[in-house]
């Protein structure tokens, strides 16, 4: 019976050991690949969240312009026929 508890102490001891050797601190090559890898896909989320909002001003911003152009255009063209209009109504007009 007490070669039994002996091998059953020494087993627990060992066991014990090992439980406290995997609570170590230190960081192996493994795990600090894993947390450069995080760390870089981090980094990379804000620039594409950076780079997507800054797209979206440029696009904005393009649209305005472009909506202004082509407002000023209608604008134009619109004038344009009242005079065109206005020149020919003046023209089939019987003059007195």
Avoid: F, H, R, Y
């Avoid at 070669?3 to 439980?19: E, H, M, P, T, W």
């Avoid at 406290?20 to 989320?45: F, V």
């Avoid at 393009?62 to 004038?79: H, I, L, M, R, S």
């Amino acid at each position: 019976m007490k070669k039994i508890l002996k091998q059953v102490l020494l087993i627990g001891a060992v066991l014990a050991v090992l439980a406290l050797a995997g609570c170590d601190d230190d960081k192996g090559p493994m795990e600090s690949a894993g947390e450069k890898i995080d760390k870089a896909a981090e980094k990379t989320g804000e620039a594409v969240e950076v780079a997507a909002e800054k797209t979206g001003s440029a696009v904005k911003g393009a649209a305005k312009k472009t909506g202004e152009v082509v407002g000023g255009a209608v604008e134009k063209t619109g004038e344009a026929i009242k005079g065109d209009t206005k020149k020919t109504s003046d023209a089939n007009t019987p003059k007195p």
